[in-house]
């Protein structure tokens, strides 16, 4: 078995990453509902970033092939606009709402990845969609809103 520096480093940079994320996230967060039996606003938030530092600790400790076939010096710079779109994502999500937020990234995303066809933007708004749907509808949820809302 053996462990190239590069993932080392792409593990400890995401986790690095991921540890800077769940510091933001347990930031106290202004309630926009009174209800005490309503989830916060962050959980949604907090859990990705979870599953993120987990996923992270799994690819540092997990074992690697001697034959590793993935150059992570050819990807950097789309790794680099990956990671900062998902960084936008976790920073938008307080200001422009669990919609707003999920339909900007998962265009930005489609984009990055060269996923440049008519079907990409019916895709993104239909999965914003049914994510606003399930978390503030089907699982009461309460999600940010947008701040140009409390403008109206």
């Known amino acids: ?3 190239k520096r590069g ?5 400890g940079i995401f986790l690095l990453i ?3 994320l769940l510091k933001v996230a ?3 967060h202004e309630m926009l509902f009174a ?3 309503a989830m916060h606003i962050m959980t949604y938030p907090k859990i990705l970033i979870f599953i993120w530092i987990g996923a992270s600790v799994l690819y540092l400790l997990g074992p690697r092939d001697e034959n590793d076939w993935y150059d992570f ?3 950097r710079i789309q790794l680099g606009k990956v990671l900062l779109c998902i960084v936008a994502y976790v920073f ?3 200001y422009i709402g669990l919609f707003g937020s999920t339909l900007l990234f998962l265009l930005v995303f489609f984009w990055i990845m060269g996923y440049r066809n008519k079907l990409t933007v019916p895709v993104a ?8 749907l399930s978390f503030e509808k089907l699982l009461g949820i309460p999600m940010p809103r947008p701040f140009f809302l409390a403008l109206l």
């Open 73 to 75: 010096k050819k990807a």
């Open 92 to 94: 938008t999500f307080e």
């Open 26 to 28: 347990m930031a106290p």
């Open 1 to 3: 078995m053996m462990v």
């Open 18 to 20: 991921g540890l800077c």
């Open 35 to 37: 209800d005490p039996n």
């Open 7 to 11: 993932n080392i480093l792409a593990g």
């Open 125 to 132: 708004v239909m999965v914003a969609l049914l994510a606003w």
